[in-house]
C-alpha cells in the first residue's frame, strides 16, 4: 500500500492505493511536492481502491474515495493514475474551501499572471504547457484557477498538465517535457500528463495577481488575431467556468468583480501553437 | 415598481464604457447583464423601499436618459426586467414567509 502525504499547495492531501501505477505516478510527477507532517491538517483524504468483489478479478476497476465516501462510478483498474487527477480535480472544484474555483489555466511572469479560461477543444492545454515549458512563465495551474477572495491574489496549484489527442504529440516534442504514460480508451480519449516544471513547483507559494483574461479559441487553418472584449462580457463567460460561483455567493461575485476590474479581458483565435503563443507575447508584453 | 421581494441586488463596478452592467443577486447568486437603461431602472427602484410609481420612474430616467429613449424602451425594459423576475409591479400582493422549520408541525 502506498501513503503519500503531499502538499500540493494550496492544499495537504493524503494519498493511499496499493496500486503500482499510483505509487509510479506519485513518485514521477510529485517528486519535488513537499512532504506535510504526520500531524498536519489534511484537507483532502484520497484511496484510490480496487473494485469490490468479482471485479477485483474480473475487469478489475478502480475505485475513487474521498474522506471514506465513494463517489465516482468505477473506472477500469488501469485507469488508477488518471482516475486521482481527476478525482483530485473534482475535490478542489466542489469542497467549500472558500477560494473561487475556475476552469481556467493560470500563469505568471514577475508576479503578474495571464489567465486563459478554459471551454473544450479550445486549445487552453497545449497553450499552457507551451507558455511554462518552452517560454518559463511560472505555472500556476493547468486547469483549476484558485482565487483567494480575502487577497485578490491566484494562487498556484502546480499539478501535472493533463494532455488529451493531439495535444500529446504537440506537448511531447517541447525541450524539457517529461510525460507520463498514455493511456488510450479512456472517457476523454487518449490521454497523458506532462510534468510541472521544477522551477513552477519550487514556487509553489508565490501567488500572483491577474492581469490578463484570454479566452482562446483554436481552429484549424485561422488567422491569428486577438480582439479586447467587455469585462461584463468575460464575466459571463468565467461564470460558465466557474465551478462554485454560486455557492460562494456575494464574496464569490465581490472577488469575480474585483479580479475583472483589474485585468483586460481578449479573446484570441489561432491555427497553430506558435501563433497562439505570439498573440499571448503581444498581449502581455510590458507597457 | 418594486424590486421583487428577496431579491439583494448588488452591481459590478462600472467598467469602461460598458453597455451591459452585471446585475447579482446576492440571495439566490443570480446574475443578469442588463443594459444601461434597465440598470437604471434597477438602481432607483432599488432606492425606494416601497416601490416607486411609473411617473415618478420615468421622470428620474429622464434626468439621465434623452426622453425619446425613455418613452421608447422603457416599457419593453419593464417587461424585461419583470420577466426576469427583478422587478414586479408595487402593488402586487406578496404573502409575507413564515420563518423556516426543522419539523411539520
Known sequence: ?287 | MALVPGRAIKFAPPWDCADAIVTFDANSGDYWLVAVLAYDILRIVQSHDNGIQMPALAEQLATTHVSEVVANALSPTLHSLVDNQLLQPADWYTPALLPMNDSDD
Open chain 1, 1 to 287: 500500500m502506498t501513503e503519500a502525504l503531499l502538499h500540493i499547495a494550496p492544499f495537504n492531501v493524503r494519498i493511499r492505493s496499493p496500486f503500482p501505477a499510483v505509487r509510479q505516478h506519485i513518485a514521477f510527477f510529485y517528486l519535488g511536492f513537499p512532504h506535510c507532517q504526520p500531524d498536519s491538517f489534511i484537507d483532502f483524504d484520497i484511496q484510490i481502491l480496487p473494485g469490490k468483489g468479482f471485479r477485483r478479478w474480473w475487469r478489475p476497476q478502480v475505485r475513487f474515495l474521498l474522506d471514506g465516501v465513494e463517489s465516482f462510478y468505477p473506472l477500469p483498474a488501469e485507469q488508477s493514475a488518471p482516475m486521482l487527477e481527476w478525482g483530485l480535480n473534482w475535490c478542489v472544484a466542489s469542497r467549500p474551501l472558500g477560494y473561487l474555483v475556475m476552469h481556467a489555466a493560470v500563469l505568471a511572469r514577475d508576479g503578474l499572471a495571464v489567465m486563459l479560461p478554459g471551454f473544450p477543444g479550445a486549445g487552453k492545454s497545449t497553450l499552457c504547457a507551451s507558455l511554462c515549458l518552452q517560454e518559463n512563465w511560472q505555472l500556476l495551474s493547468d486547469e483549476l484557477a484558485i482565487l483567494n477572495p480575502a487577497s485578490g491574489a491566484m494562487l498556484p496549484h502546480p499539478r501535472p498538465i493533463s494532455l488529451k489527442n493531439a495535444s500529446l504529440d504537440v506537448v511531447k516534442n517541447f525541450p524539457g517535457a517529461r510525460l507520463g504514460r498514455v493511456y488510450t480508451d479512456t472517457r476523454k480519449g487518449t490521454i497523458s500528463h506532462a510534468a510541472s516544471p521544477e522551477a513552477s513547483v519550487s514556487a509553489a507559494s508565490r501567488t500572483s495577481l491577474v492581469r490578463w483574461i484570454v479566452f482562446p479559441r483554436f481552429e484549424v487553418g485561422a488567422v491569428a488575431h486577438h480582439e479586447a472584449i467587455s469585462r461584463a462580457e468575460a464575466f459571463n463567460l468565467i461564470s460558465e467556468q466557474s465551478f462554485n460561483k454560486e455557492r460562494m455567493g456575494e464574496v464569490g461575485f465581490d472577488a469575480l468583480c474585483a479580479l475583472l476590474s483589474g485585468a483586460q479581458c481578449f479573446q484570441i483565435t489561432y491555427g497553430s501553437t506558435a501563433d497562439g503563443l505570439q498573440l499571448i507575447r503581444d498581449i502581455t508584453v510590458p507597457a
